[in-house]
């Protein structure tokens, strides 16, 4: 699999933005997928994760209700609405290959592919 991630901005606070991640090599719909961001001096943390189906969403809860991750065929998206100077980092898509139900674990960095990474800067 190949990603790449694409979408990202300086905007202010209060603003949105739409990130976008196309993936290419593999049958996308057999992965697992998700949103990670690091900000300088922090560590990566997932910000939101999405299974294989679709049937399964999460989020960290500093983004409840405001990010919506969401796929379709080979994209995988991340809408954010009323971002914050805080949510300023480098963001990540990724993918790894998708586990039984009871195995899914939305938390977990342990991702396979990754694309290349995109800034989001939110300015207060």
């Known amino acids: 699999v190949q990603l790449q991630a694409s979408g990202g901005g300086l905007v202010q606070a209060g603003e949105s933005l739409r990130l976008s991640c196309a993936a290419s090599?593999?049958?996308?719909?057999?992965?697992?997928m998700g949103w990670l961001r690091q900000a300088p001096g922090k560590e990566r943390e997932v910000v939101a994760a999405?299974?294989?189906?679709?049937?399964r969403t999460y989020y960290v809860d500093s983004v409840k209700g405001r990010f919506t991750i969401s796929r379709v065929r080979s994209s995988l998206s991340l809408q954010m609405n009323i971002l914050k100077p805080e949510d300023t980092a480098v963001y990540y898509c990724a993918a790894r290959p998708r586990r039984i139900a009871s195995a899914y674990d939305p938390t977990s960095h342990e991702y396979d592919y990754w694309g290349q990474g995109t800034q989001v800067t939110v300015s207060s």
């Open positions: 999405i299974n294989w189906s679709g049937s």
């Open positions: 090599g593999r049958l996308f719909g057999n992965y697992d």
